[in-house]
C-alpha cells in the first residue's frame, strides 16, 4: 500500500510573517518608525502604511497628527510605485512608539487580518502587478492620503480615507486584485464624500447673511 500523498501546506501570509517579526522585536524593546521600516525591508512601505492608518478606523477627527501621517503615506506610495527604499522624514524616523502603543496597533492589526484572511488569496493579479494598474493604485492612495491629511474636525473625514487606503494595502500585500476593486468602489464614496462636504461648505458660505433688525 502507498501511503497518501498529503497536499502541501499552506504558505504563511507575507503581512502575518510581518506582524509576528515587529511583535518579537517590540517585545525586547520599543521601536522606532525609522527601525520598523528597516525591519521589514522591501515590505516596509505597506506594513507602515498599515500601520499609520490604524490610528483613523474611528470617527473621531485627529487633525494634529493626520497631516503628517497624510504626507508620509503620500510618499511611501510614490516610493513604493517606483521601488525605492523606504523613507521616513529625519523628524519622525526617531520618533519612538511605546511598546504598549504598538502591542495594541499590532493587536488591531491581527484582528482585522483574522476576519481578511477568509477572503484574502492571490487573483485578478494583473490589478496588482501591472505598471498600469500599479499607477492608478498609486494616484487612488496619494488622493486618498491628501484627503486624510486635510485637517478637517469633522466626523468620518480620517476614517474615509484610511479605510480606502488599508484596501489598497492589504490587496497590494496579499495580491488579491478583487480587493483592489472594493478600494476603487470605495475611493468613489470617498469623492462624493468630500465633494458633497465641499458643496455644502461653500453654499453655507455663499449664503447672504440675515440681519435680525
Known amino acids: ?26 517585545a525586547q524593546e520599543s521601536l522606532s518608525l525609522g527601525e520598523i521600516v528597516q525591519l521589514l525591508g522591501g515590505m516596509g512601505h505597506g506594513i507602515l502604511i498599515l500601520l499609520l492608518c490604524l490610528f483613523f478606523l474611528q470617527p473621531i477627527p485627529l487633525p494634529g497628527i493626520s497631516t503628517p501621517i497624510g504626507i508620509i503615506i503620500i510618499i511611501s506610495s510614490t516610493l513604493q510605485f517606483l521601488n ?38 492571490p487573483r485578478l493579479l494583473f490589478l496588482t502587478q501591472s505598471p498600469a494598474f500599479r499607477f492608478v493604485n498609486l494616484l487612488v492612495l496619494i488622493l486618498s492620503g491628501f484627503l486624510l491629511g486635510l485637517p478637517l474636525p469633522i466626523p468620518f473625514s480620517n476614517t ?43 453654499t453655507f458660505a455663499q449664503r447672504p447673511w440675515e440681519s435680525p433688525f
Do not use: C
Open 1 to 26: 500500500m502507498t501511503e497518501k500523498q498529503q497536499d502541501p501546506p499552506l504558505e504563511e501570509s507575507r503581512l502575518l510573517k510581518a506582524l509576528e517579526l515587529i511583535e518579537a522585536k517590540n
Open 84 to 121: 525605492r527604499a523606504p523613507w521616513i522624514p529625519r523628524r519622525y524616523r526617531h520618533r519612538v512608539i511605546p511598546q504598549r502603543v504598538l502591542e495594541k496597533m499590532l493587536k488591531v492589526a491581527h484582528r482585522i487580518w483574522a476576519w481578511l484572511e477568509r477572503f484574502l488569496h
Open 160 to 202: 474615509i480615507p484610511a479605510l480606502v487606503i488599508l484596501s489598497i494595502v492589504f490587496a497590494q500585500l496579499e495580491e488579491d486584485g478583487f480587493l483592489v476593486l472594493f478600494g476603487y468602489f470605495l475611493s468613489f464614496l470617498m469623492v462624493l464624500f468630500f465633494f458633497s462636504l465641499g458643496a455644502g461648505i461653500w
